[in-house]
């Protein structure tokens, strides 16, 4: 069973360009929303987080819009640069032990130079 | 060097070995956690440590073991290695301060299960 649900499953842009990423979650205990960048060969990296008591949150180039009610939650990625191509994860966690993550199947962008 | 380890890099076996995976991190952090990635999936949780002796069961735990018998170390064993464990392995970390920490994950371990 996939908690949360991750689209489009791969994204090309335009250098210059505004990437979203969609994720939809179920369960409504979530109340952490944190998204990872992945490039080749290496390992996750938190790119940017959110909490469901704010319905925006902007750092640089990458804003999350949150949707508490359609529990839905996007990745914005604006004036995409070919250096933001990377595979992208959103997840989820409840409080509670560890914290664990559960993670949308990925996308993998690629801005086109 | 400071961070998060994880070794080998690269593993090939064959089915019904054993095989261990390590990882190592430097931060003293007080969790630990073990994810496979695969095409389509995301990453999964095989298992988990609150600390040194305290492990718990993620999403995707059949044919694992885990140990934790030091802090800094959690190493990840395949006990009769199967064809879909062919998968990459990613180690991650998190501090125990806070409701919403930050994982650290290491550069993952490809193996391959012929």
């Known amino acids: 069973q996939q908690q949360v649900k991750q689209s489009p499953q791969s994204l090309i842009v335009q250098k210059g360009g505004i990437s979203i990423i969609n994720c939809a979650y179920e369960n409504t205990a979530f109340d952490y929303f944190p998204w990872y960048q992945q490039f080749p060969g290496k390992g996750p990296a938190l790119l940017i987080a959110i909490r469901p008591d704010v319905s925006e949150k902007k750092e640089g180039r990458f804003t999350i819009s949150f949707n508490k009610s359609a529990k839905q939650f996007s990745l914005h990625i604006m004036d995409s640069q070919p250096g933001d191509s990377a595979t992208y994860f959103c997840a989820a966690s409840t409080a509670g032990s560890a914290r664990q993550l559960t993670f949308g199947s990925g996308t993998q962008l690629t801005v086109l130079p | 060097d400071a961070g998060i380890t994880q070794s080998p890099r690269y593993k090939i076996t064959e089915t019904g070995r054993q095989v261990t995976l390590m990882c190592h991190q430097t931060?003293?952090?007080?969790?630990m956690f073990w994810y496979r990635q695969d095409l389509g999936h995301g990453l999964r949780l095989i298992y988990y440590?609150?600390?040194?002796?305290?492990?718990d069961k993620g999403e995707v735990p059949d044919g694992y073991v885990v140990s934790r018998s030091k802090t800094e170390n959690f190493p990840l064993t395949l006990e009769s290695a199967t064809r879909s464990q062919t998968s990459v392995y990613f180690c991650?970390?998190?501090?125990?301060?806070?409701?919403?920490?930050?994982?650290?994950f290491g550069p993952g371990t490809r193996l391959t299960v012929l």
């Open positions: 931060w003293s952090h007080s969790y």
């Open positions: 991650a970390s998190s501090a125990m301060t806070g409701s919403y920490n930050e994982q650290f």
């Open positions: 440590s609150a600390a040194a002796d305290i492990t």
